[in-house]
């Protein structure tokens, strides 16, 4: 998988992404100094420190954390960064988006503003269905529903969650990210047009119970149809 991109002063870098692990995505807007994170897995303060802002200012750049579901792979990363933006002084207000209702990423921030009693920088969680525009700078961002169900060893097949991609515009440039789903008519309205699409495919082959995750040949031929001009498929 491609880790890397750039058009026009939009760059995407994947910091991380393996199913059931961790799954971190940053998108820079280079000419305003605006950074959103896509999803926040495990790992991804370490991931920001060590390969990307070497100088702890660099996080004031992070104006947004777009959480594409709640399951921990995605957002299991989220304490530690909000903590240690308060730890360095961050006074800039930040906006975590993420599916509603929410009940890990709300978890987080009670338990942080519990613990901390005040930060030096205030939290809005902004909690999302599809549909939902904001805007940060030049930067745009638009929530659209996507469909995902759960998976364990002991339940292959679990319910339904809240879930959602993302399609952010900057500049005449558009990038759409999936987040984990199965493949769905929002998903592929949104990647037509776009310049990158960010894909995931967990299995090689498509399986019955498509609603969990696509598969490498549903990515690809998302993506190989006259749609989006590049893509990422991890």
């Given at each position: 998988?491609?880790?890397?991109?750039?058009?026009?002063?939009?760059s995407v870098k994947v910091m991380f992404s393996l199913p059931g692990v961790a799954t971190q995505i940053l998108v820079?807007?280079?000419?305003?100094?605006?950074?959103?994170?896509?999803?926040?897995?495990?790992?991804?303060?370490?991931?920001?420190?060590?390969?990307?802002?070497?100088?702890?200012?660099?996080?004031?750049?992070?104006?947004?954390?777009?959480?594409?579901?709640?399951?921990?792979?995605?957002?299991?990363?989220?304490?530690?960064?909000?903590?240690?933006?308060?730890?360095?002084g961050r006074e800039k207000p930040l906006d975590i988006l993420v599916p509603g209702p929410s009940t890990v990423a709300k978890s987080f921030?009670?338990?942080l503003m519990d613990f901390r009693r005040s930060l030096t920088y205030s939290i809005d969680l902004i909690e999302v269905s599809g549909g939902e525009e904001l805007s940060y700078g030049p930067m745009r961002v638009k929530a659209f529903p996507?469909?995902?169900?759960?998976?364990?060893?002991?339940?292959?097949?679990?319910?339904?969650i809240p879930a959602v991609g993302y399609s952010i515009s900057?500049?005449?440039v558009?990038?759409?990210?999936s987040g984990d789903t199965g493949l769905c008519r929002s998903l592929a309205d949104e990647?037509?047009?776009?310049?990158?699409?960010?894909?995931?495919?967990?299995?090689?082959?498509?399986?019955?119970h498509a609603e969990i995750h696509m598969s490498e040949e549903e990515a690809t031929e998302l993506a190989?149809?006259?749609?989006?001009?590049?893509?990422?498929?991890?």
């Open positions: 998988m491609i880790r890397a991109w750039k058009k026009r002063g939009l820079s807007g280079e000419g305003d100094e605006i950074d959103l994170l896509l999803d926040c897995g495990s790992g991804t303060l370490r991931d920001l420190l060590l390969e990307h802002y070497r100088n702890v200012s660099g996080f004031d750049r992070i104006r947004a954390v777009l959480v594409s579901h709640e399951h921990f792979d995605h957002v299991g990363g989220l304490y530690p960064l909000l903590d240690f933006m308060h730890m360095i921030v009670d338990a996507v469909v995902h169900r759960g998976s364990t060893k002991k339940e292959p097949i679990g319910p339904y900057y500049r005449g558009r990038v759409v990210y990647v037509r047009g776009a310049d990158l699409a960010i894909l995931e495919a967990t299995w090689k082959r498509r399986k019955d190989g149809k006259p749609r989006s001009s590049s893509s990422f498929i991890g």
